[in-house]
């Protein structure tokens, strides 16, 4: 099957499911490449976490930082107020935590809470600078984690979510605007799926990344225990599949490098919208991970 009649096959099997979506798939040796849409600007929720590690790993490298330094870590006083899924954001007590591990929270468990401790020592300005000195380009860090639990305000709870789920889909203008911020592409944290598979090949390739800070970002991201998007597709015996999601409302997402046995590596990024009001789609998930899938399994085969 040629590119544009699979490009064109795999955009209908997405409209069929309820979506809208940015792929682009590149073996990491060569450059070469085949993509869907891969220069659309989205908001990407959680995956903002890879470039917020690259930055504090270097400032640790600088020596800025103290990587085993603790910090405290306080729980909400409201019990009413929005927290993340998974957490120290969920902890009851006081807790004290090394820098490094926040690291390791942030990343492989998406820890919405671990990564906002890391923005108050390195800001969201000091993070898009890291990016640039790198000559990485097309991902904007705007803000921290809390903004996108700022959405709820408080635990919003079934028909709340539902709400937020419909607000999410039906607001959004034409040139990506949005009443809420955080989806709002001129004031939330941004990028393509082309730049997200630079920032993947700066750190599986030599690049201006220092080789330290790019070898702990892909073991953090080997570690990433929420798979249920684009592992399922990618993880087997005979390959390593390392990643991050980034999940929020609507939006559906997974950027990831599959590295086979016969040292073929691919990076593999899928930016997605879903019409869908539900917060539960694994039907969605899965229809993500297979078009993911024929477009590796493509360009690997040319």
Same mark, same amino acid.
């Given at each position: ?6 490009? *064109? ?103 919405? *809470? ?66 809420? *911020? ?111 899938? *024929? ?8």
């Amino acid at each position: 099957m040629r590119d544009r009649e699979l490009i *064109a096959d795999l955009r209908g099997r997405l409209t069929e499911a309820g979506l809208s979506g940015s792929f682009l798939v590149r073996n990491l040796d060569t450059g070469q490449e085949i993509a869907l849409d891969p220069d659309v600007v989205y908001p990407i929720a959680s995956l903002v976490k890879v470039p917020l590690a690259i930055a504090v790993l270097d400032q640790i490298r600088l020596g800025r930082l103290d990587g085993a330094r603790q910090l405290a870590i306080t729980p909400d006083p409201d019990p009413g107020s929005a927290a993340p899924p998974v957490g120290i954001g969920r902890f009851t007590h006081p807790a004290r935590i090394a820098i490094d591990d926040l690291v390791y929270l942030a990343v492989s468990i998406s820890d919405s *809470a671990a990564a906002d401790a890391l923005f108050a020592l390195v800001p969201p300005t000091e993070v898009d600078r890291v990016l640039t000195d790198a000559g990485i380009k097309g991902i904007a860090v705007r803000h921290q984690m809390r903004d996108l639990l700022n959405v709820f305000g408080t635990e919003p709870g079934p028909e709340g979510l539902h709400l937020a789920h419909a607000l999410a889909i039906g607001a959004r203008t034409p040139g990506g605007g949005h009443p809420v *911020a955080s989806l709002d592409v001129s004031r939330a944290n941004t990028g393509t799926a082309r730049a997200l598979a630079d920032l993947l090949q700066a750190l599986w390739t030599p690049s201006a990344l220092h080789p330290r800070v790019a070898a702990r970002v892909r073991a953090l991201m080997r570690d990433g225990v929420l798979q249920r998007r684009l592992g399922p597709d990618f993880i087997s015996d005979a390959t390593g599949w390392a990643s991050k999601s980034g999940t929020l409302l609507n939006l559906r997402h997974d950027a990831g490098v599959v590295e086979h046995e016969d040292g073929e590596t691919y990076a593999v990024v899928a930016l997605t919208e879903s019409a869908v009001p539900a917060d539960a789609q694994p039907a969605v998930d899965a229809v993500i991970g297979r078009v993911a899938r *024929a477009l590796h399994d493509h360009l690997r085969g040319l």
